[in-house]
């Protein structure tokens, strides 16, 4: 099974800051998928990217695939109390098996 | 997008008991279905996966007699947990996917405490 390091394991900021959540392998993924996931709640898919260099954007949020698929990013732009969370990267492995990375707790203050 | 449906939500359960946790998706054809595990503070764990009418993979460290999962339709997968003990005390979240693939929609877990 590859393994998915995500970095910091958890951030604390200010509303209106800007952060930048990251999520490195060794292996390549033929994809990867980032999800939010509210506490007691089942995790919610926030985006795939399938192409190396790829990068996405959702309102405030953006995410990149590395040229090599083996590492993303996750940047927020003035972070709001709303986007506080636990943030997962997932890479794809094989057909449809998902390999989770340790999660990052984000939380932003009013 | 596709809904996912987990019941219950809860459930607290004496040492030694079984308790079944079923798995729906509502709205779509689920070939495969995938169990996870999350302890506090950590992150998902995959279990085991399953195929409508075949029996489950299970990743390594998973304990199948234990671990009993049945996915006898489309729509519906359940993992019971025999005889269970403290050391299972965790939140099981089950997910599922179409023929498509790509993607895999979460149920809402299940808190499971075992006294």
């Known amino acids: 099974t590859q393994l998915l390091e995500q970095s910091p394991q958890f951030l604390s900021i200010q509303e209106g800051e800007n952060l930048t959540v990251y999520c490195n392998s060794s292996?390549?993924?033929?994809?990867l998928q980032w999800y939010r996931q509210e506490p007691g709640e089942g995790p919610v898919l926030l985006v795939t990217v399938v192409t190396g260099g790829e990068v996405k954007k959702l309102k405030r949020l953006t995410f990149q695939f590395g040229d090599a698929r083996k590492d993303s990013s996750l940047h927020i732009t003035a972070a709001q109390p709303g986007d506080t969370g636990l943030y997962l990267c997932a890479g794809i492995e094989g057909a449809q098996k998902l390999v989770f990375g340790q999660g990052t707790r984000l939380t932003i203050n009013p | 997008g596709a809904v996912v449906s987990q019941h219950p939500s809860r459930v607290i359960c004496k040492s030694g008991t079984s308790v079944k946790i079923e798995c729906r998706s509502l709205d779509f054809q689920a070939t495969t279905m995938f169990w996870y595990r999350q302890f506090p503070k950590q992150s998902l764990m995959l279990m085991a996966t399953s195929n409508e009418g075949s029996k489950a993979t299970y990743e390594q460290g998973v304990e199948k007699d234990k671990f009993l999962i049945n996915h006898a339709s489309l729509t519906l997968s359940t993992l019971t947990v025999t005889s269970a003990h403290p050391e299972d005390s965790s939140f099981y979240i089950c997910s599922a996917a179409g023929l498509a693939g790509l993607e895999q929609y979460f149920g809402p877990g299940t808190r499971l405490t075992v006294t």
């Open positions: 292996s390549v993924f033929s994809s």
